[in-house]
């Protein structure tokens, strides 16, 4: 499943996907891959994308039921 | 310059997959090439020691290493059951192997009927062995995070 609220968090901040990756530590298409749903990432890299976004894990990973 | 970014968790996830189908790929290969010498020189531990001390390190760094973290298999977890099964397709196939590859000379049928035992009580004790010692870890594992479940 699409991750919409984690590019639409990037682009808010006006980060490219290379500037995130960079900052949280992970390849440029690791964070092309999560906003795709492609990859899960771990707990860790999820709290380092939220710190590096200003968000919370509920903003941009917390998926509700009628989603 | 750029800068250059060693293997995030993505590309660790990616390199695994890689590397458990690569090793699963050249075991079984292993396996057929030693079936395939064997069939065609016989038990020659000369042409075939190589492969054999490969195949035996090989197996023994995933024992030690399932013992030590206390995991099994993808799908299953240890019990007689599997073990028995385990055992006699080792067997059958160990004994057919031994059959297609030993001289005529041998002294008789008992002969086939010894390795077949040899085979089953070796393959069926390595892993009940292993099963109990997977099991010892696992218990361990749950008392040493218990604390942290209250």
Not at chain 1, 24 to 35: H, K
Not at chain 2, 106 to 132: H, R
Request: hydrophobic share 45%; proline share 3%.
């Amino acid at each position: 499943m699409k991750n919409k609220r984690m590019k639409l968090a990037r682009v808010a901040k006006d980060m490219s996907q290379m500037q995130l990756a960079e900052q949280v530590g992970v390849t440029r298409q690791t964070i092309g891959m999560i906003e795709t749903g492609k990859f899960n990432p771990s707990l860790n890299l999820c709290i380092a994308i939220c710190k590096a976004l200003g968000k919370t894990l509920n903003d941009l990973f917390w998926e509700e039921d009628s989603e | 310059m750029k800068k250059k970014i060693p293997a995030d968790e993505r590309q660790v996830r990616d390199l695994l997959w890689i590397e458990h189908y690569g090793y699963w790929g050249m075991f079984w290969c292993l396996i057929l090439t030693i079936v395939v010498q064997a069939i065609r020189s016989g038990p020659n531990l000369e042409i075939l020691g190589g492969e054999i001390i490969t195949l035996a390190i090989g197996s023994l760094v995933m024992c030690v290493g399932c013992v030590k973290k206390g995991v099994w298999t993808f799908c299953d977890q240890p019990r007689m059951k599997t073990n028995l099964l385990a055992g006699l397709v080792a067997t059958v196939l160990g004994t057919l192997l031994i059959v297609l590859t030993w001289p005529l000379e041998v002294p008789g049928v008992w002969f086939y009927v010894v390795a077949a035992v040899i085979i089953f009580s070796v393959t069926f004790g390595i892993l009940t062995l292993m099963g109990n010692a997977v099991k010892r870890k696992e218990n361990k594992m749950v008392d040493e995070t218990e604390d942290d479940n209250e």
